[in-house]
Structures are given as structure tokens and as C-alpha cells.
């Protein structure tokens, strides 16, 4: 749910250096993929072969040089940051972050849930048993803790993936809805005008 852009704005000024490692990593899985289907596209189409499993030789080889590739270009990344000073005291965040009103209710659904999590936890419905056996304590069951830890648990997990259904839903409620522009009289005149000089 979060770009890099707002991943630097948040700990960017804290903590420069973990956030630009964190942000690289992030789009460095994307280009590795990419860049891995590339090869192996270009080799395919050198050699003919179908598109068929992947042999272990080709396998290593590709992540030899996937890995070689990743290498040289978070060292040229790293080298370009530490030329523009990217480590020299205060900075500013590329992208402005700022709260609207449109943040306070997931914020506040984060507050509830992460309450419920420890509510939960406090109540002893986190507990469990790793010796001799991998188990859950009776105690979990008492009182309704364990019920209400699970419950906080799988609301806070699953809160990114509802709050971006509701955007979705919203989109395509407002597309729904969007009516077509009204066209000025005075444009429909001068069209109707100029197909009535066509035919005459």
C-alpha cells in the first residue's frame, strides 16, 4: 500500500540509509523479474528451444547472472546517491506526504484492530504450549481470549486488502455514475449549422 516515494517521505529523515535499502529492495524484485523473463526469451529465441521447463544448468546460469546484474546496479545506484550526498545531514522528501481527511478512518481502523490484538494477548488468549508438545493451554479457551486475539489478528492482516476493495468498489461506483458532459448551445448550433451548409 505504500510506494517508495512515501516509504522515504516517513523514514527518510530518521533513518536514510535503511529506508533507500528497503526502497531499492522493493524495486529491484520487480526488475529482476523482468530482466530474468528477458533472458530467457532472448536465449529461447537464440536456441530455438520450446517453452518448456526450465533445465537446472539454464536455472543457474540465469541466477548467476540475474545476481551479477542486481549486484552491479545496486553499487552504481549506491555510487550516484553518495554523489548527490544523499547521507549529509538534513534532507527533504521527494514526495509531499500530508494527512487528509480520508486517512482518519483507516487510521482508526488500525487503532481498533491492533486494540483488539492486544486485548486479546492480555486476556491469555496468545498463549501456547511448545514443550513436550506444540499445543494451545487450556487457559486459551477461557474466557473467550484466544477468540478475540484470532479476531484482531485476522482483521489487522486482512485490513490492507479490504480498505483497497473499497477504493475499487469506489471507482467503479463513481464510473458508474459519471454522466457525459453538457455540450454548450451555442457549439450544438454552429455543428448543426455547418451539416446544413454540407447539404446545401
Same mark, same amino acid.
Given at each position: 500500500?505504500?510506494?517508495?516515494?512515501?516509504?522515504?517521505?516517513?523514514?527518510?529523515?530518521?533513518? /536514510?540509509?535503511?529506508?533507500?535499502?528497503?526502497?531499492?529492495?522493493?524495486?529491484?524484485? /520487480?526488475?529482476?523479474?523482468?530482466?530474468?523473463?528477458?533472458?530467457?526469451?532472448?536465449?529461447?529465441?537464440? #536456441?530455438?528451444?520450446?517453452?518448456?521447463?526450465?533445465?537446472?544448468?539454464?536455472?543457474?546460469?540465469?541466477?548467476?547472472?540475474?545476481?551479477?546484474?542486481?549486484?552491479?546496479?545496486?553499487?552504481? #545506484?549506491?555510487?550516484?546517491?553518495?554523489?548527490?550526498?544523499?547521507?549529509?545531514?538534513?534532507?527533504?522528501?521527494?514526495?509531499?506526504?500530508?494527512? #487528509?481527511?480520508?486517512?482518519?478512518?483507516?487510521?482508526?481502523?488500525?487503532?481498533? #484492530?491492533?486494540?483488539?490484538?492486544?486485548?486479546?494477548?492480555?486476556?491469555?488468549?496468545?498463549?501456547?504450549?511448545?514443550? /513436550?508438545?506444540?499445543?494451545? /493451554?487450556?487457559?486459551?479457551?477461557?474466557?473467550?481470549?484466544?477468540?478475540?486475539?484470532?479476531?484482531?489478528?485476522?482483521?489487522?492482516?486482512?485490513?490492507?486488502?479490504?480498505?483497497?476493495?473499497?477504493?475499487?468498489?469506489?471507482?467503479?461506483?463513481?464510473?458508474?455514475?459519471?454522466?457525459?458532459?453538457?455540450?454548450?448551445?451555442?457549439?450544438?448550433?454552429?455543428?448543426?449549422?455547418?451539416?446544413?451548409?454540407?447539404?446545401?
Amino acid at each position: 500500500m505504500m510506494d517508495n516515494g512515501r516509504f522515504l517521505a516517513i523514514l527518510g529523515k530518521k533513518l /536514510p540509509v535503511i529506508s533507500m535499502m528497503v526502497s531499492m529492495i522493493f524495486r529491484f524484485i /520487480p526488475d529482476t523479474l523482468a530482466y530474468g523473463r528477458e533472458i530467457n526469451k532472448s536465449r529461447r529465441a537464440l #536456441t530455438g528451444e520450446p517453452n518448456r521447463r526450465i533445465r537446472l544448468s539454464f536455472a543457474v546460469s540465469l541466477m548467476s547472472v540475474l545476481m551479477t546484474w542486481s549486484m552491479e546496479n545496486a553499487i552504481v #545506484t549506491a555510487d550516484a546517491m553518495k554523489a548527490k550526498a544523499y547521507d549529509s545531514g538534513r534532507r527533504r522528501p521527494y514526495a509531499r506526504v500530508r494527512w #487528509t481527511a480520508g486517512d482518519i478512518a483507516p487510521m482508526l481502523l488500525i487503532a481498533l #484492530t491492533v486494540a483488539t490484538v492486544i486485548g486479546g494477548w492480555v486476556s491469555g488468549g496468545a498463549a501456547f504450549a511448545y514443550y /513436550p508438545l506444540l499445543g494451545l /493451554p487450556d487457559r486459551v479457551w477461557a474466557g473467550g481470549g484466544f477468540f478475540i486475539w484470532i479476531t484482531g489478528c485476522v482483521m489487522l492482516f486482512a485490513l490492507p486488502f479490504l480498505l483497497d476493495l473499497g477504493v475499487l468498489v469506489v471507482d467503479r461506483v463513481r464510473a458508474s455514475s459519471h454522466l457525459a458532459p453538457e455540450v454548450d448551445p451555442f457549439v450544438t448550433a454552429l455543428l448543426q449549422g455547418s451539416t446544413g451548409s454540407r447539404r446545401v
